[in-house]
């Protein structure tokens, strides 16, 4: 074989077979699977951290964290400010005629003293983190245009709620995900995503929990997005749903839950046991009355 030959013979069985693996590992390397994506671009839920810094709570129990509800005027925003919550919840609403802006109400109401905008910069100044409650996607995406404007101004953390799926004895109609999502991926980063069901509870009736069902739809709606999420549950229902909550939890580091109950629900503060026993007390927020949160405090916190 001449040196032509030999020449052509290496680059043909050594050359370009190497240049071939070299390329498949460089290709392989920059290849992440849709999950791993999600993983690297994933934020976890910096509520407590937040709160931890200013030394406005002691440690990474998320029953410390205090609200207040409906602060939808200027007197109610007043006064959550002025008192010792963290978290402010109120509703947003597009008002009911000109002229045509988001507001602070909650439906049948759709008039208000106060503007998203006029809202917003109320807080500006405060420490105190926020929960925005829509009941109307119209709302939404007008809402968001506003948020994002006055959000680099907003010191404390920013929470978006709206019940996205059917619950347990839901009457109301929930907003549809894929159109909720959209609106408010788009516009904020970061923010927590306070995804829920709709619920009812009947007094002297057996309510039923959280099924399997409701607990894969929303992981199948939620494991694709990056913000953190936690999923409002009704306390009264949570008797028989642990096992569906803990497996809801065990899929994602963003995933917390936030208990709440309904003004006329009966809650037996034991049922909670198993939430406060088994899961780490960072994923799990209280929004429940003051007289309540110490009813639950005085319960043993470890499992026997």
Request: a negative charge.
């Amino acid at each position: 074989m001449g040196l032509k030959g030999r020449v052509f013979t290496f680059y043909r069985f050594c050359v370009i077979p190497a240049l071939f693996i070299a390329g498949v590992t460089v290709c392989l390397s920059w290849y992440r699977t849709p999950d791993e994506l999600v993983s690297k671009a994933a934020m976890d839920d910096r509520t407590l951290d937040y709160f931890l810094e200013k030394g406005q709570i002691q440690d990474r129990d998320a029953v410390a964290v205090k609200w207040y509800h409906a602060a939808n005027s200027k007197s109610k925003i007043k006064e959550a400010l002025q008192s010792p919550v963290h978290m402010i919840e109120a509703d947003v609403l597009l008002r009911g005629h000109h002229p045509i802006e988001p507001i602070m109400a909650h439906p049948p109401q759709n008039d208000s003293d106060v503007s998203l905008e006029e809202w917003l910069k109320e807080v500006v100044m405060s420490k105190k983190g926020i929960k925005l409650d829509f009941k109307s996607l119209q709302a939404v995406a007008p809402s968001m245009t506003v948020l994002e404007r006055i959000r680099p101004q907003l010191q404390g953390p920013v929470w978006i709620n709206a019940d996205i799926l059917p619950g347990p004895g839901g009457q109301a109609v929930p907003l549809d995900p894929l159109d909720f999502l959209n609106a408010v991926s788009a516009s904020v980063q970061g923010e927590v995503l306070s995804l829920g069901w709709t619920t009812g509870w009947t007094l002297n009736a057996e309510n039923q929990g959280y099924t399997w069902e409701m607990v894969q739809q929303m992981h199948d709606i939620c494991k694709n997005i990056t913000h953190p999420v936690t999923f409002p549950v009704r306390a009264a229902l949570l008797p028989s749903s642990f096992p569906q909550m803990n497996w809801l939890l065990e899929q994602s580091s963003r995933y917390s839950l936030t208990v709440w109950t309904g003004l006329h629900d009966t809650l037996v503060m034991e049922d909670l046991l198993p939430y406060r026993q088994n899961i780490s007390k960072s994923r799990v927020y209280y929004d429940l009355s003051e007289s309540q949160i110490v009813r639950l405090m005085a319960l043993p916190d470890k499992s026997h």
